[in-house]
T-cell receptor
Framework: KNEVEQSPQNLTAQEGEFITINCSYS?????LHWLQQHPGGGIVSLFM???GKKKHGRLIATINIQEKHSSLHITASHPRDSAVYIC????????FGQGTRLTINP | EAQVTQNPRYLITVTGKKLTVTCSQN?????MSWYRQDPGLGLRQIYY???????DKGDVPEGYKVSRKEKRNFPLILESPSPNQTSLYFC?????????????FGSGTRLTVV
């Protein structure tokens, strides 16, 4: 069993839909990160979470430390949100989930 | 512009021929790290550095070397590349191991070893 599990692996939705991507982990963590990998391959840090909830524009990330679970939500999804979203846990040593490939159709 | 610069972007080489992938950042970050990304395996950490002259192994360090002689540079060295090191490589840097504002990633280096 992987230390970091993401679900779903693939997600296709229509523009405007509310999107949820989940991340569960089995190890103790100092932080959890959400990353976005664009179709061209570049990777961008979206959020760093150690507790609670963060919001940036249409993106919201939450973490429940007791349940070892985090969610990434996208409100009013748009085709430009199409990307692979990757959950990673740790700080100096990072362990990554397998990623969720999100496709938003117009 | 704040950035992490990796070179080269693409490299095809032969088995056993030593190569270096360079990584440089202009943000005065103390933390730098290398990852490889493979289909079905996702991203895995190779080495990381907490500061100048301080490096440590990640999950998949075999076959790789790194050095951190100055803060801005963190080269990845493959002394005798093998085909199983064909991969997409990313360098990243951050303040406080990503605990402030996450990581800044380079654009990636696609390496093919034949």
């Amino acid at each position: 069993k992987n230390e970091v599990e993401q679900s779903p692996q693939n997600l296709t939705a229509q523009e405007g839909e509310f999107i949820t991507i989940n991340c569960s982990y089995s190890v103790g963590i100092s932080a959890l990160h959400w990353l976005q990998q664009h179709p061209g391959g570049g990777i961008v840090s979206l959020f760093m979470l150690s507790s609670g909830k963060k919001k940036h524009g249409r993106l919201i990330a939450t973490i429940n430390i007791q349940e070892k679970h985090s969610s990434l939500h996208i409100t009013a999804s748009h085709p430009r949100d199409s990307a692979v979203y990757i959950c990673a846990v740790g700080a100096q040593k990072l362990v990554f989930g397998q990623g969720t490939r999100l496709t938003i159709n117009p | 512009e704040a950035q992490v610069t990796q070179n080269p972007r693409y490299l095809i080489t032969v088995t056993g021929k030593k190569l270096t992938v360079t990584c440089s950042q202009n943000m005065n970050h103390e933390y730098m790290s290398w990852y490889r990304q493979d289909p079905g395996l996702g991203l895995r950490q190779i080495y990381y550095s907490m500061n100048v002259e301080v490096t440590d192994k990640g999950d998949v360090p075999e076959g790789y070397k790194v050095s951190r002689k100055e803060k801005r540079n963190f080269p990845l060295i493959l002394e005798s590349p093998s085909p199983n090191q064909t991969s997409l490589y990313f360098c990243a840097s951050s303040w406080r191991q990503g605990l402030e504002n996450g990581y800044t990633f380079g654009s990636g280096t696609r390496l093919t070893v034949v």
